[in-house]
């Protein structure tokens, strides 16, 4: 993924108003990102716990998402199977909506996907980061295979939102 602007994201918003992109928070260590290792940029509101963003290229264009999911607690999170990259974090896995893109989404539809809590996925597909102990399948992709699977996982998301 190329290096983006705080600029670049918030223009690239599809499922909120463009006042609403405006005021959300974006990390402010943009420069200090593994841009060339990301698939998509994935990051938490700490203003906000109970939203997550989600900044992607597909087919071209820059596609970024707000999405709900379940505030942190300090018990142990929820054990599952990320939808997008096939990891079980120590971390956790937690369901995350996307209000739909455009009238569907004023009229309150939404679509979800369970994702890595962290949104580290490009990162534990790379091997960059640890999930921790038993926590990825045993497969016998290559790392690129794995990774050209989470790009389709995410962009199949993405059309499921914005479509």
């Known amino acids: 993924m190329e290096p983006l602007t705080e600029q670049e994201i918030r223009s690239a918003f599809v499922n909120c108003t463009k006042g609403e992109s405006k005021r959300l ?4 260590d943009l420069a200090d990102r593994p841009w060339p290792e990301l698939d998509y940029l994935g990051w938490r509101d700490p203003r906000a716990p109970d939203r997550a963003y989600l900044v992607t290229e597909v087919e071209g264009r820059r596609t970024a998402l707000v999405l709900r999911c ?3 607690t300090t018990r142990q999170p929820p054990r599952g199977l990320c939808a997008i990259c096939l990891t079980s974090p ?3 896995v937690s369901l995350m909506v996307a209000p739909r893109a455009g009238k569907a989404g004023q009229q309150g539809n939404s679509v979800g996907t369970y994702l890595c809590t962290d949104l580290a996925c490009p990162l534990y597909v790379r091997g960059r980061k640890d999930p ?11 790392t690129a295979e794995k990774v050209q699977r989470l790009t389709a996982n995410v962009a199949a998301f ?3 939102v914005t479509g």
């Open 25 to 28: 928070y974006v990390p402010r």
């Open 132 to 142: 921790g102990p038993g926590t990825r399948m045993q497969e016998s992709l290559t």
């Open 70 to 72: 379940p505030t942190p």
């Open 90 to 92: 120590a971390g956790g």
């Open 158 to 160: 993405v059309a499921r």
